[in-house]
């Protein structure tokens, strides 16, 4: 026999907020309210599952979301075509059939690039490649605007933009890496000067990418005012951005904490020697 019903139950799970003042005054003085804690960031309901946040593996969130159009795959292991992008995507915890499947992408004695994968590698495997990286996001405070001198890239301008990052060392850009998104650059006297566009794409959310500006026009305020219309483009689809760079590239972090991004947490960038 099922007990007598007695309407929903209010969810435990949920904070209840603070009683509202009452709408008549007192009569009696009131009483000395103890000290209180500094307020806390919320707490999530539990959902009864443990569902990882898109951003813990950008890579394997974007291959396997939006951008599972790119995706080549073996058993759970996920990559971008090598003209796209170095990233891939390995489930949080892989076991030895995912390490196989990433040693056979590689071959015997090829190089396997980890970003963001946290998991330690394999007996046998050669760490090549090591350093911290920081994963920094809007968080609402992002003065995203679009920019009258920005133009549109395309692949007519992959030649030029392969040759500006060859000269800014930003990070992987390939000869296929603007098909992840949009590139916006600026040029001056019909040369590209600077440009910025989008990476990773988990649910959700668009990476701001290869920030970058020629040398000789540095201190102009171009890389900022492209991340802000790249943002600007994020922000229009109804995404959110985030970005990533080194944790020793203070002067980037500065520049985006400046902006408006926050840092969400560190994030390694590996690779690694597959054996034999």
Do not use: K
Not at 229 to 244: D, Q
């Amino acid at each position: 026999m099922r007990a007598p019903t007695r309407g929903p139950a209010r969810a435990q799970s949920q904070p209840q907020a603070p009683n509202r003042p009452s709408a008549q005054a007192s009569t009696q003085p009131p009483a000395q309210a103890p000290p209180q804690a500094l307020p806390q960031p919320p707490t999530p309901a539990p959902t009864g599952f443990n569902v990882p946040h898109p951003l813990d593996n950008p890579g394997h969130a974007s291959l396997t979301g939006p951008h599972a159009r790119f995706a080549e795959r073996r058993g759970r292991v996920v990559r971008y075509p090598h003209d796209v992008s170095p990233w891939l995507g390995i489930p949080a915890e892989p076991d030895a059939a995912d390490w196989a499947d990433l040693a056979a992408f590689a071959g015997p004695g090829g190089q396997v690039p980890l970003p963001g994968v946290t998991a330690d590698v394999p007996d046998g495997w050669e760490l090549t490649f090591d350093i911290t990286g920081v994963q920094l996001v809007d968080d609402g405070g992002l003065a995203a605007a679009p920019d009258a001198e920005a133009v549109r890239l395309g692949p007519g301008d992959v030649p030029e933009m392969l040759a500006l990052v060859a000269r800014t060392e930003p990070g992987p850009f390939r000869e296929r890496t603007i098909e992840l998104g949009t590139y916006l650059g600026i040029r001056h006297e019909g040369a590209l000067i600077a440009m910025a566009g989008e990476r990773l794409h988990p649910p959700g959310w668009t990476e701001i990418s290869a920030v970058c500006t020629d040398p000789a026009y540095r201190g102009r305020g171009l890389a900022s005012r492209l991340v802000l219309a790249v943002a600007y483009g994020i922000r229009e689809r109804g995404e959110t951005p985030f970005l990533h760079t080194a944790a020793r590239n203070t002067g980037a972090i500065r520049l985006y904490e400046s902006l408006g991004f926050r840092l969400r947490r560190h994030i390694p960038f590996r690779a690694a020697r597959v054996p034999g």
